[in-house]
């Protein structure tokens, strides 16, 4: 009953098992895919989480790191995940390669949940449900978020959340979804306010609101077992909901100004477009779904036997979800009224649930498109094509996408679906291979391994009294053994701009310095002592 979302698992697993060879990553080489946070926040946390398990620190306060720093607010948002527990079967200096292992896992367990909500919400059980789960695990987003790992146990339970909300409203029934919802929050909870913030729109999409008082009953149930779910997760959300509030102060929340251009937008949902850019100044959203997923979309809305009514509020869910991409009002509401410092749009993996969805109906279902759609339809091919002319970058790029286009409207047009999910498999498992070889490029190189290298030819007298001015180095003095005033948390949100009038310079979650006067040596000495 499973074997197709097996088969998405085991693709998944291949084509990063592909990439960690070319670039010989461990276990097929000495290297580690640690990126970005992997390699600044996430391998030091659980090097300290390690170290207070072993009693080496404490659990609730770390003073290794900047002056001091709470380590539960740490524990809470980056360690609550018990397959961390497996970093004690890593000796002391591999753990990267911990972190190298289970992205590649966690990422196909994506793949395979997915298949789980496509069979579960279109009844369909065949080759398209593996080819729409790789949209999934195999999507820009995941490819280039990818080292986020603690977003990923909410990529993974988001698929089931979705089916326990529709078989609630369906049933009654509240237990699994429930269940999921608390295990989302206390995997991560930043993740899970961004579910619990589309679970509002996926409410309304199952809701048919033909019955006046069965509406109010659902609307009550959603309610109240959300409130039950948040409360179980209540030891977690409790101590961070001050710090979460405060994390975007310093954002203009009513500014309706673009972050950057839709046809950038839309290039970023092109086979062979270049990673997202790690700003929200040019806001390259990692939208790539394959060029697949957005022709079954057009096809699926000219579908007849489908209730008008779910593609008008798909659509409505699709086109909010495009536009928030530019606009910062509506992009802080779907990053969990957060602004998205550095990296933009960590909401739009929510489109290739609804991608899947309608792709697999548009696969299977025996209807034809009417007569008058199928003009439009080779319109909107038409359009596809020449925005794909004035929104890409290389002529390469813009060729191979017009042929997939003009290709898959073929294949769909002649009924050819068969050939249509083998070539659209091969499409996003090709793809998902070139984001990881760019994202991993000269993986040995990474700010990780340059930083761990300049750290080890610093003498520990002198590192415990300066730290780096570099961003990659704000946690290298856990991964070198040594001390220093270095800090850089997501969860630690202090006001460091009043420590400036003794010689340090600040951001908005880290400590620079850029000369040491002597009194902060002097608290450092005393640190020291301590």
Not at 493 to 516: E, Q, V
Request: hydrophobic share 50%.
């Amino acid at each position: 009953k499973n074997r197709y979302g097996i088969y998405a698992f085991f693709i998944t697993l291949i084509v990063w098992m592909i990439t960690y060879i070319n670039y010989g990553i461990f276990p097929f080489g000495n290297g580690n895919a640690l990126r970005g946070d992997a390699a600044d926040q996430y391998l030091p946390m659980i090097i300290q989480f390690k170290e207070a398990i072993l009693g080496k620190q404490s659990l609730i306060f770390n003073w290794n790191s900047a002056m001091g720093q709470d380590f539960f607010l740490n524990f809470c948002y980056y360690l609550t995940d018990p397959i961390n527990l497996l970093i004690f079967l890593f000796p002391r200096g591999s753990e990267s390669y911990f972190i190298t292992l289970v992205m590649p896992i966690k990422i196909s367990i994506m793949a395979f949940t997915c298949s789980l909500f496509l069979r579960k919400m279109t009844g369909y059980n065949n080759f398209s449900i593996t080819a729409f789960s790789l949209i999934y695990s195999l999507s820009g987003f995941v490819c280039i978020y990818s080292f986020n790992i603690i977003w990923l146990n909410g990529l993974i339970l988001c698929p089931l959340l979705v089916v326990s909300l529709f078989d609630m409203v369906k049933t009654g029934k509240s237990g699994r979804y429930i269940l999921y919802l608390f295990l989302s929050i206390y995997f991560n909870f930043f993740m899970a306010l961004i579910e619990c913030i589309f679970l509002c729109f996926a409410f309304l999409i199952a809701e048919d609101f033909k019955d006046k008082k069965r509406f109010f009953k659902n609307l009550k149930n959603f309610i109240l077992s959300s409130i039950l779910s948040a409360a179980m997760a209540g030891f977690i959300l409790i101590p961070v909901i001050f710090v979460v509030a405060g994390g975007s102060s310093e954002f203009e929340i009513f500014n309706f100004s673009l972050f950057g251009s839709y046809l950038y937008t839309f290039s970023s949902m092109l086979f062979g477009s270049q990673p997202v850019y790690y700003t929200v100044s040019m806001n390259y959203a990692p939208v790539y779904f394959s060029v697949a997923a957005g022709m079954t979309f057009i096809y699926f809305l000219g579908l007849r036997n489908v209730d008008k009514i779910l593609k008008i509020k798909i659509s409505a869910l699709m086109a909010i979800i495009f536009i928030s991409t530019n606009i910062p009002f509506l992009n802080f509401i779907f990053n969990g009224l957060h602004f998205p410092i550095g990296l933009p749009n960590r909401f739009v993996y929510i489109m290739a649930l609804a991608f899947g969805y309608c792709g697999v109906v548009a696969l299977n279902n025996k209807d034809k498109i009417c007569w008058k759609f199928s003009s439009i339809f080779f319109l909107l091919i038409s359009a596809f094509c020449v925005l794909i002319w004035f929104a890409g970058e290389n002529t390469g790029i813009k060729i191979i996408n017009t042929a997939l286009v003009l290709g898959y409207g073929l294949l769909l047009y002649l009924g050819l679906k068969r050939l249509f999910i083998w070539i659209m498999t091969l499409e996003i498992s090709f793809s998902g291979f070139l984001y990881l070889y760019k994202t991993n490029d000269n993986t040995t190189k990474t700010a990780f391994n340059q930083v761990r290298k300049i750290a080890d030819s610093v003498s520990v007298e002198d590192y415990e009294r300066t730290a780096f001015n570099i961003h990659d180095s704000m946690d290298i003095s856990i991964l070198s053994d040594n001390k220093s005033i270095d800090g850089f948390s997501s969860m630690i949100n202090p006001n460091y701009t009043k420590l400036s009038k003794l010689g340090i310079l600040s951001t908005r979650n880290a400590i620079l310095i850029d000369y040491l006067p002597k009194i902060m040596s002097s608290l450092l000495g005393v640190k020291a002592i301590i």
